[in-house]
């Protein structure tokens, strides 16, 4: 629903469950498909480059906006 709201270019899986690759992306991207509005039904879903350590970079990157 998400992507409904937000219309964005493209969906990014991180983190450990990338490891599962298509057995993951195959029924994000048959609900998309599904439970998307129809202009938004072929939204990408991509991998992301980072991996397991999405989620570090995330923390770290949210912690650095709130001191600075």
Same mark, same amino acid.
């Given at each position: ?11 990014? /899986?991180?983190? *450990? +469950? &990338? ?6 992306? *195959?029924? +994000? ?8 509005? $129809? ?7 991509? /991998? $992301? $480059? ?7 970079? *995330? ?5 650095? &906006?709130?001191?600075?």
């Amino acid at each position: 629903y998400a992507v409904n709201l937000f219309h964005p270019q493209a969906v990014f /899986v991180g983190g *450990g +469950m &990338t490891e599962l690759g298509e057995y993951l992306l *195959g029924p +994000m991207r048959e609900a998309l498909r599904e439970f998307a509005l $129809s202009d938004r039904a072929e939204v990408p879903v991509k /991998v $992301s $480059s980072l991996g397991e350590w999405v989620g570090a970079l *995330g923390a770290a990157l949210y912690a650095w &906006t709130k001191v600075l």
